[in-house]
Structure formats: C-alpha cells, structure tokens
C-alpha cells in the first residue's frame, strides 16, 4: 500500500471520528459550530446565486 493513498483515505475517517468525540464532549459547542457552518453555507449560496443572476443579465 502506497502512504499516500493510505493517508488519503484515511483522513476523512479521522475527520469523523474528531467531530463525534467532539459532539459528545461538547454538545453546545458543536451545536453553535455546526450552526454556524451552516449559515455560512447558505449564505454563500446567495452570494453565489446573486452572481449568477448578476452575469446572466
């Protein structure tokens, strides 16, 4: 097995894992990060379709 693909694949996993000891350590925290992501996402997604609609005209 090559080290390159080994760590690759296994990056996600120890992502995983990092964010439900996370959760369980620290609910309210996570629960603020993850709210967070969240508005970030969406609200990158406006902004993404304003520029959309804005190149479009």
């Known amino acids: 097995m090559q080290p390159v693909k080994s760590v690759g694949r296994f990056l996600p996993t120890l992502f995983?894992?990092?964010v439900v000891i996370y959760v369980f350590?620290?609910?309210h925290g996570a629960a603020l990060a993850f709210k967070w992501?969240?508005?970030t996402?969406?609200?990158g997604a406006h902004?993404?379709?304003e520029f959309i609609r804005s190149v479009s005209k």
Do not use: E, R
Request: hydrophobic share 45%; with cysteine; proline share 7%.
């Open 47 to 49: 902004q993404f379709a």
């Open 41 to 43: 996402i969406t609200t």
């Open 37 to 39: 992501a969240f508005q």
């Open 16 to 18: 995983l894992i990092c």
């Open 25 to 27: 350590t620290d609910p």
